[in-house]
């Protein structure tokens, strides 16, 4: 019932700064979390950052204080603001809006890569 859309990401050099979002259309009723996950190659998917309907927020250790989630006041949409890059962050990134139920629905995902 969820269809989400992601925009952002591309290309940038370390250091650099990027805003990904992510907006959701149809039933969201029954979600009480969005959340950010990204893959590298020869890597499994890890959660990146995490956002519940009351606005409480967890990171990666490895993105803690370069990463911020948000939402909107609409639940609708939510972002994700990436600050000094590395090149270890490259990856592709998928928004994930969840339901109370434990299933998810899934962003198309967007590469990120970061090289000089």
């Known amino acids: 019932q969820v269809q989400l859309v992601q925009s952002g990401g591309g290309l940038v050099q370390p250091g650099g700064s990027l805003r990904l979002s992510c907006a959701a259309s149809g039933s969201i009723s029954s979600v009480n979390a969005m959340a950010w996950y990204r893959q590298a190659p020869g890597k499994e998917g890890e959660l990146v950052a995490r956002?519940?309907?009351?606005?409480?927020?967890k990171y990666a250790d490895s993105v803690k204080g370069r990463f911020t989630i948000s939402k909107d006041n609409a639940k609708t949409t939510v972002f994700l603001q990436m600050n000094g890059l590395k090149t270890e962050d490259t990856a592709v990134y998928y928004c994930?809006?969840?339901?109370?139920?434990?299933?998810?629905?899934w962003g198309q995902g967007t590469q990120v890569t970061v090289s000089s």
């Open positions: 956002i519940d309907n009351g606005g409480n927020t």
């Open positions: 994930s809006f969840e339901r109370w139920s434990g299933a998810k629905s």
